[in-house]
């Protein structure tokens, strides 16, 4: 009798579980779990080559504790809550997806990404519970002429916390989960060699590094890809440079976040590695950042004198803060901004840094600052105003024609021969 015990408790279970999964209850508890499950395993059983459990505590324990409380609760829940919950979750869920989705389709699945894609379809269980919660917990008992305006007006208003909330919550979670997997082919037009460095949070950077001719070198950021054009031009002109994936990127290790939180400690670590290189001389060490690489520079530059002139290209804000010290802002961008802000600092369980623009007044080596007349509307405010509170040697280039980091593209023998002649200035002075 003792041997058939575990078979028929084990067969027992079973059954009780194929039960629970025919109710409401036990289909949106199910699905609530798997999503919590990849959260968990994302935050504290696989977390990224680099980092620990320990730097994603609240990312991690905010969410599944929201997840698992709906569960316990469910039941003891009104109908109408219990579908917006669900909802709720489910938009949730669908974003835990996209990271393994993305990670997959590019270089394979690995680690958390196989949780991360079974968060899909728990997302269109929950959204299916959801829906048919909803539509048993409508009213009825109304006067006709009211039920359906109300209906409308409930529509109207789940529409706008969907733009208000759920697209700048799309954005933050995405750009703290998902970052380019794969190194790019390199077209440099000058021979490199593979390096790599360490941060001073303990992170491995990976890049290439192509060495100097002129005792001059250049960090061209951030990653490998889009900054190949500007140290292509360097390169040609003899400066050293050195581009790399970031933190979360690549081959480099740590979480990614796209709005460039922490990434000036990636900045620090890359001048710390030229300075060590012998074919660098003392204080000929430069940077040129795009976009989010751009504000990174601009947090780097404003902590250490050891970068001596740097290029921020399309750099104009990395969180509300940003929107609020930069003349011009809007309304809904703060709005946005703010729920962006709020979503990042939870996936990321860090703090927005300060603003751009009380940073660029603690620089005081040269800065020049460029963007494109049809770039961003946030580019043209945010710049002119680095200008204007900029103190020491600055420069400014609105770029006739160009989008967002377009200059290069939109007037290239102007642009070299202003990032080149501004670097030639700075840099290398000392030997003319």
Do not use: C
């Amino acid at each position: 009798m003792t041997t058939l015990a575990h078979p028929v408790a084990a067969r027992s279970l079973a059954t009780r579980a194929v039960s629970a999964l025919r109710t409401e209850t036990g289909l949106a508890r199910a699905a609530l779990g798997v999503v919590a499950l990849h959260t968990v395993d994302d935050a504290f059983l696989q977390p990224n080559p680099g980092t620990s459990s320990g730097d994603h505590l609240a990312g991690g324990l905010i969410p599944t504790a929201l997840l698992l409380g709906t569960a316990w609760a469910y039941p003891r829940l009104r109908a109408g809550v219990r579908a917006a919950l669900l909802l709720v979750f489910a938009f949730f869920g669908l974003l835990s997806s996209v990271e393994g989705f993305s990670y997959a389709s590019k270089v394979g699945p690995s680690g958390d990404d196989y949780s991360s894609l079974l968060s899909a379809p728990a997302a269109f269980v929950l959204i299916g519970v959801g829906v048919v919660a909803l539509w048993k917990s409508r009213r009825t008992d109304d006067a006709l002429w009211w039920r359906y305006p109300r209906r409308l007006l409930v529509t109207g208003g789940a529409l706008v916390v969907v733009a208000v909330f759920a697209l700048p919550l799309t954005v933050s979670y995405v750009v703290t989960h998902v970052a380019r997997a794969e190194v790019p082919t390199a077209d440099l037009g000058a021979p490199y060699e593979n390096v790599e460095f360490e941060t001073s949070d303990g992170l491995t950077l990976k890049g290439w590094y192509i060495d100097s001719k002129n005792g001059a070198a250049v960090i061209s950021f951030p990653g490998r890809a889009s900054s190949q054009k500007r140290a292509k031009i360097l390169a040609d002109h003899g400066y050293g440079v050195l581009l790399f994936d970031r933190r979360g990127e690549g081959e480099s290790e740590g979480d990614p976040n796209l709005f460039g939180w922490q990434g000036e400690r990636d900045v620090h670590a890359a001048v710390k590695f030229l300075q060590s290189r012998p074919d660098v001389e003392a204080g000929r060490i430069g940077g040129i950042g795009l976009s989010v690489g751009g504000e990174m520079m601009l947090e780097a530059a404003a902590e250490s004198n050891a970068l001596k002139a740097i290029v921020s290209e399309g750099g104009s804000g990395r969180s509300v803060r940003d929107e609020l010290a930069n003349p011009g802002g809007k309304w809904h961008y703060v709005v946005g901004n703010s729920v962006a802000t709020v979503g990042t600092a939870l996936f990321t369980s860090d703090t927005p840094p300060a603003d751009l623009k009380s940073l660029v007044t603690k620089i005081e080596n040269p800065a020049f600052f460029i963007f494109g007349a049809k770039g961003q509307p946030t580019e043209k405010p945010a710049n002119d105003e680095f200008y204007k509170v900029k103190r020491g040697p600055k420069e400014i280039w609105e770029v006739p024609g160009s989008k967002h980091m377009g200059g290069i593209d939109a007037r290239p023998a102007a642009y070299e021969r202003r990032v080149v002649g501004f670097f030639d200035r700075w840099l290398l002075r000392q030997s003319r």
